[in-house]
Every structure is written in C-alpha cells, then in structure tokens.
C-alpha cells in the first residue's frame, strides 16, 4: 500500500490506542475502564490486521475481546454496586505508577535502538504485503518435528481442562 | 454466468487510469464503505417487511397493507419516523457506556455483514480466516448488549442483558463447532475458497449425514443468537418489558432493532454460504443440459433467494414455537447441542478420511 496512506492508518491506531489506554487506567468506574480496556485491545487488533497478520488479529478479537473482557464484565456486575467510584490513589501511587511507565519506555526504546530493521523503504526483501497461509499456522500448530508446537498445545489444553474441572468443582460446593 | 466481479473489476481499473494508486485505493475504500452500509439499511427494511407480513399470514392476518400496493413501504416510513424520534435523556444513566453500547452492537454486526460473499467479486472482506473472522467480529456484540443492560439503570435491562449475555456466550460454542465441522469437510477457511469448492455438490450434499447434522445444528444455535423466536427471553415482553433496550429510544433504539435483523440474515447468510453454496447455482454432475440453465440464473439470485429460504426457516420458528424457560435454555445447549456437535466432528473426521 501507498506510505502515506499507512503512515495515517498507524498514526489514528496509535493515538487512539495511547488515549484509550491513558482513559482506562484513569476512569472513575470500574465498568468505564473495562470499556476502555476492551477498545484498547481492539486497537491492538487494528496493529495485527495492519502488519497483515489476520490470524493473531481474530485471535486477539475473539480471545481478548470476546473472552476475557466479558468475564471481567460479568465479574464486575457480580461483585460492585451501581454507585461504586473507585478511590482517589494517593500520590506515592501516582509516583510509581509514572516510574513503572518510564521504565517500559525504556526498555523498549532500548530494543528499538539495538535492533536492526531489514525492512525498510529501499528495501523489498521481505514482502511485508503478504498474508500468512492459514495452512501453515495449522501446521505448525499440530505438527511434531522441529519448530512446531503440538506439545505445548496439548499441555495447555490439558492445563485449561483442569481449570474448567476446578471451577465446576468450587461452584458446587455451595 | 455473470458475476459481478466484471464490474468491479472495471471500477477498479477506472480509478486506477485516472488516479495514483493511493488515492484510488482511498476511493475504493469509501465506496465500499458506502455501499455495504446501504446494503445494511435496504435489506434491514426488506427483512422488516417480510417479517411484518409472514408474522400476519401465521397469525391469519393481512399485515400491514396500507402504505403502497401490499404496504411495501411500510417499513420505508417507520424508517423516516425513527429518524425523526426524540433522543430521550435517561435520568441517571452512565451516557457515555449508554451512547456507546448501541454502537458497539451495529458495528459488531457490520463487520461481520462486510465478510459475506454475494458473489464472486462482491465481497468486501475476503480473509485467509474468513470462518473464525466472522467468529470472532460477531461475538463483539455480547460486549454492547451487556454494557447497554447495566448502563441504562434500571433492573429489567439488567436481568435482560444477563440473560442475553448467558444465551449467546453459550450458543456460540455449538455455533463455532459446527461451522469448525464444515471447515474439516473443505480444508480452508477462505469463505470464496469454501463457495468454489461447492460448484458441483453443495457441503450439505457432500458432507452427507455429519454435515446435515451440523446444518441443524448451525440454524438452531444460530437462531438463539439473534435473540429471537422462542429464544428471546431476555426481551421477554411480558415480564422485562423489552430486556436490554427498554430505555433505548429514537435512532439508538433502531440501532439494536436493525441489528437484530439483520443478525437473522446474516445467520442465514452464513448458513447459505457454508452449506447450501453460497452463490453457486444448483448443478448435479452429468446433467449437462440442466446445470447450463441453471447457470442462466444470476448468482446473487441464488444467493438471495437461499439466505431468504433460512430467513424464512427463522420466521417460521419463531412465530410457531413457545418461549423456552431459561433452564431449558441452558440445558439445551449444554447438554444437547453441545454433545452431539462434538461427536459430529469425530463423525465428520471419519467421514472425510475414509468415505470421501
């Protein structure tokens, strides 16, 4: 696609993104912040479609957005009160909360610096245009020679299993 | 055949000789835009009109009949009045979750309308993904339906949205599992790869009894997910007054009511597209002479007119069947469709191993 046009695309996801993210962390509702929360997760989103990785675009909608971001919904509607505000934090918060901040600045800014971008203006090596074949996610989600991850998977289902059988069993006791 | 994909194709090359790319690209995208919106209303009043006169034929009444010859333009001017209805102000709600909720419902459904393929060349959205796209857009609308029940303030829209938040959090599961059996049969989940692979025997017919079985499946679960017909306790009338949008009014009203309409379509959009075929004409190998007249009639004819044979489907159940209670609800989905959906799969793996 044309630069500028992606320029513009990158620059309203990133603002959006930044705002959104900024709204969440200072709302005065809980629910208001899970709101924002769930924009920002779109926005994210937005980030994958944008580098042209639909898979971990739909991932991160169905899972983030139409997963997580529910159960913190129900979450909230089962444990707090319609007029709840949250508390002013007091300032040492504010204070570690800025320092946290700066120190993830850092650190990206670091790997941004360090690394070496192969994919640049005047260079068409790496077709950044081309979507990725689902075929090959599949398989390498479900092979097992190198570099491909039917273990993991497996483990994590196993882990998810025992979670789902946890949960069930906490629910009946009452 | 004609496909549409000549005249789109010649939109796109009219730009291109006249433009830089970017802007050409700028202005497809605008007119895209434009064009799936329109689509969105004229067919949101179609489906209103239909359901308002199929609803009077169950009832043995003649529906509306007033507005144009047979009330065609019924809906046409209930439109006009919704435009022009007063946006009332809620004493006491959270405005900007209330605002943003009706919005989050339409968008969902949107970007999932966006995603069928009429035909060949008019499509909007044509992922690598398509089938878990339009999984994962449309369980967006569970986020506003629950965040318009709290932020209205009122008890009935709470009980309604949770109930609704329940039902379609559950039915997706049986949904997503028997669309995940269709992809087993055709190997892609490219929703133009699925529609080509169909041109001599629908899924239906090839996938033979575990892609009937998820067929029933699919419109069953589909069904409880627009939150109609005899699923639709969480605007159960007579007891929550109209559930998660009783507060709503105006044009933010009409964004739920053309969302749940369109929902049906799109249901039975996706049911066309998966298992009947979606564009592709009727053909049946080795009659020649039939498959070339049926290949006189248009695609998009073929795809209208199974997306309106599932709508009906849909209005049929739903002025047919009582309201289900909601433990009926669950156990139906839990321990019934859920079930048998995930012993279609084996089904079907063992069919697309050793039968075809």
Redesign the interface.
């Known amino acids: 696609m044309d630069p500028i046009i992606n320029l513009i695309i990158f620059i309203c996801l990133g603002v959006a993104g930044l705002a959104l993210s900024v709204l969440a962390v200072s709302a005065k509702s809980l629910l208001r912040s899970a709101t924002y929360l769930l924009l920002v997760l779109i926005c994210t989103a937005g980030f994958y479609l944008f580098l042209n990785y639909h898979f971990l675009a739909a991932v991160q909608i169905s899972v983030y957005a139409g997963g997580v971001v529910i159960l913190f919904i129900f979450a909230i509607f089962l444990t707090s009160n319609k007029g709840d505000v949250l508390q002013k934090h007091q300032t040492q918060k504010y204070i570690l909360g800025a320092l946290a901040a700066l120190g993830g600045i850092a650190v990206t800014a670091f790997a941004f610096w360090k690394h070496q971008f192969v994919y640049g203006v005047d260079n068409h090596t790496i077709d950044g245009d081309q979507e990725i074949n689902m075929k090959v996610i599949g398989e390498a989600l479900m092979g097992t020679e190198k570099y491909q991850y039917l273990l993991p998977f497996e483990v994590l289902s196993l882990l998810l299993l025992a979670c789902i059988i946890g949960g069930i069993l906490i629910a009946r006791k009452r | 055949m004609f496909h549409f994909e000549v005249v789109t194709q010649w939109i796109d090359r009219f730009l291109r000789t006249y433009l ?3 802007w050409a ?2 202005i497809e995208f605008v007119l895209i835009g434009v064009v799936v919106l329109t689509a969105y209303a004229v067919l949101a009043l179609i489906l209103i009109y239909v359901e308002r006169k199929v609803c009077a034929f169950f009832q043995c009444r003649i529906g509306p009949n007033r507005v144009g010859p047979f009330g065609v333009f019924q809906s046409v001017a209930d439109m006009i009045k919704i435009l022009l209805k007063e946006l009332i102000k809620i004493d006491r709600v ?1 405005p ?2 209330f605002r ?1 909720a009706a919005y989050l419902v339409i968008i969902a459904s949107i970007c999932t309308f966006g995603a069928i393929p009429f035909d060949k060349g008019l499509h909007a959205v044509d ?3 398509g089938v ?2 339009l ?3 449309s ?2 609308g ?2 506003g339906i ?2 318009a029940g ?2 209205s ?1 009122n008890k009935y829209t ?1 009980i309604g949205a ?1 109930r609704s ?1 329940a039902q379609l ?1 559950s039915y997706e599961l049986s949904c997503g599992l028997a669309l995940m059996t269709i992809v087993m049969l055709s190997g ?3 929703l133009s790869v699925i529609v080509e692979q169909q041109s001599y025997a629908w899924n239906i017919f090839r996938g033979g009894i575990p892609a009937i079985i998820a067929f029933v499946i699919y419109l069953i679960a589909g069904h409880a997910e627009t939150n109609r017909g005899p699923f639709d306790l969480p605007e159960a009338e007579s007891e929550l007054t109209a559930g998660y949008h009783t507060e709503y009014s105006g044009i933010q009203f009409g964004f739920f009511y053309l969302a749940e309409y369109l929902n049906m379509f799109i249901i039975a959009a996706i049911a066309t597209t998966l298992f009947l075929g979606g564009w592709m004409p009727l053909h049946i190998p080795g009659w020649d002479g039939f498959n070339e007249v049926m290949d006189y009639i248009p695609p998009v004819l073929w795809f209208f007119a199974k997306s309106f044979i599932c709508v009906f489907l849909a209005l049929w159940v739903r002025w047919t069947m009582p309201r289900l209670r909601i433990d009926q609800l669950l156990n139906l989905e839990w321990k019934i469709l859920m079930p048998i959906s995930l012993l279609n799969i084996i089904l079907m793996a063992i069919w697309v191993i050793w039968i075809i």
Request: aromatic fraction near 16%.
């Open positions: 830089q790319g970017g690209l700028f959270d900007r979750l943003l992922f690598n993904i878990f796209y999984l994962a857009v369980s967006l569970v986020v629950l965040l709290w932020a303030n709470m949770m938040g959090i892609s989940m490219q």
